[in-house]
């Protein structure tokens, strides 16, 4: 993170007690003072400016935050298809941290906001997005040698049944993974293009991802137990 960007409740302290008004207070005050408070105003304005640099370090966590996210969905499209499990999950838990660090930007963003008279900026109007949700019913459904009308004269029939199947089961398995690895990267994507800066999207987003991550994981054991790998 960069270094100007507020790292703890002191510095954003500092702030609230070294701007005693608005920019735009400050602007309408100058040349309207009777008295010299030429001292004043040139700490006024040297603090505004002070919190726009730091409102322009918040801008840019977010802003790389964007990148990330984008480059953490396409490695995590292509670590699903290589079934790369152990990357999968440092690669979950890598844009963690990248959400993590957006929150405290965004918090100050907010704060700083205010400070500067821009309490419109401040406030987040637009609609909450609505997350996807993906279980195992929503799913291709395996075929079975074990349906309600299957009638077998002996284990043989049985066996040649699911030697028929085989083929089928395991094509309906990767259609299994590639819908939960597809959805899994949708979510992670839709949370980075706002930069992670749409907290309760990208909250709930992350939450659902790491079901995904659940479900993709059972998916990956049933096939094991269906077709041997």
């Known amino acids: 993170m960069d270094g100007g960007l507020p790292g703890d409740g002191a510095r954003i302290e500092d702030l609230l007690m070294t701007v005693p008004i608005t920019v735009a207070e400050l602007r309408e005050a100058v040349g309207h003072f009777e008295e010299d408070t030429a001292g004043m105003l040139r700490a ?5 400016e002070r919190a726009f640099a730091e409102v322009g370090a918040c801008d840019a966590v977010i802003d790389k935050a964007a990148a990330r996210g984008l480059e953490g969905a396409g490695r995590l499209r292509d670590l699903l298809g290589r079934e790369a499990r152990d990357e999968v999950v440092s690669e979950l838990a890598a844009l963690e941290e990248v959400a993590e660090e957006v929150r405290g930007a965004s918090a100050a963003l907010r704060l700083l906001h205010r400070i500067l008279g ?4 401040a406030e987040d109007g637009a ?15 395996l075929p079975s040698a074990y349906g309600d009308e299957a009638e077998y004269d002996d284990l043989l029939a049985m066996a040649d049944r699911g030697a028929e199947l085989a083929p089928g089961l395991e094509l309906a398995h990767r259609e299994r993974l590639a819908v939960v690895a597809a959805h899994l ?34 998916c990956l054991e049933q096939r094991r137990r269906d077709v041997g790998r």
């Open 118 to 121: 821009r309490e419109a900026a």
């Open 185 to 218: 990267v949708t979510l992670v994507r839709q949370a980075a293009r706002t930069g992670f800066a749409d907290e309760g999207f990208a909250e709930a987003a992350l939450r659902e991802a790491r079901a995904a991550h659940a479900l993709w994981l059972r």
């Open 127 to 141: 609609p909450a997005a609505v997350v996807p949700r993906l279980d195992e019913t929503g799913l291709p459904e």
């Open 44 to 48: 006024s304005i040297a603090t505004a």
